[in-house]
């Protein structure tokens, strides 16, 4: 997705794409970071950040899950946490029921050589504290998002938890995804032998922001399975729990690691 700052407008574009999704079920649906609002500022974002399991946001979610028989994984929205808001991608059932939680742990503090210049999330964003992983019944998945996928030790602990998909819905900037992206979205496939759903948004926003694009699924050898580099659409691919099963078999790194991860505060 390309979002813009309306909400409603961004879920309209959601529903389109879901109706030009593959007929089989089950099968999970993942939007991009900040998917409903992007573009307004974070002070916007903070002005309509919804109570959690309340908000208009939350609710169509809830509503576009039942009605095309999904799991959906709304990538990020702002979910009201006192004086900050938490990046919260919350997971819906196919009967509409939220499931799971996580709110983004790693915060992009960080400074950058395009338009932009400065990143401050923490000054806005209340940090997550917990990993999760939710049971879609054909896989466990585990739930990251964006910056998240710099620091490897997340997802050691997100496949010690079960995961056999790790969704990453993400907003890179142009300038660190032209470096990085790739390389990161794969080395965390290939590292815990996890297939990888990386949702992106792409272009020019509103603010000015440039963000990558380049949405990749990527299976647990490294391979890419889908990608669609710029334009707004969807990118699908099957899902092998044999094949998961058979590389970690044949490479048993989990039970031949001499560390074991925890996360701290």
């Not at 979002?3 to 079920?25: C, H, M, T």
């Not at 620091?151 to 995961?163: H, N, S, V």
């Not at 990749?216 to 334009?231: C, F, H, R, S, Y």
Request: aromatic content about 10%.
């Amino acid at each position: 997705m390309s979002s813009r700052q309306s909400p409603k407008q961004n879920l309209q574009r959601v529903e389109q794409q879901l109706k030009a999704i593959p007929e089989g079920r089950p099968q999970l649906v993942v939007l991009p970071e900040a998917f409903s609002c992007f573009g307004a500022g974070d002070r916007a974002q903070l002005a309509m950040a919804e109570p959690y399991g309340d908000g208009p946001v939350q609710q169509r979610l809830s509503e576009l899950a039942r009605q095309y028989n999904v799991y959906l994984i709304g990538g990020t929205l702002p979910i009201y946490a006192g004086e900050r808001f938490a990046a919260a991608s919350i997971c819906f059932g196919p009967d509409g029921t939220q499931l799971a939680r996580y709110d983004k742990i790693h915060l992009f503090d960080v400074d950058v050589a395009d338009n932009t210049k400065e990143y401050r999330e923490s000054k806005w964003t209340r940090p997550g504290e917990q990993v999760v992983t939710v049971d879609c019944g054909f896989a466990v998945v585990g739930m990251a998002v964006c910056y998240d996928v710099r620091f490897p030790e997340m997802f050691k602990a997100l496949r010690q938890a079960g995961a056999d998909i790790i969704v990453l819905p993400t907003a890179f900037t142009q300038v660190t995804g032209e470096a990085h992206w790739h390389t990161l979205v794969k080395a965390r496939a290939i590292e815990q032998q996890v297939y990888m759903v990386a949702p992106a948004q792409f272009g020019e926003h509103e603010n000015g922001r440039k963000t990558y694009g380049h949405s990749l699924i990527v299976d647990p050898w490294g391979q890419i399975q889908a990608e669609k580099a710029t334009g707004e659409g969807a990118i699908s691919a099957e899902f092998d729990l044999a094949k998961v099963q058979q590389i970690r078999q044949q490479m048993p790194v989990a039970k031949q690691t001499r560390f074991k991860v925890s996360l701290t505060q």
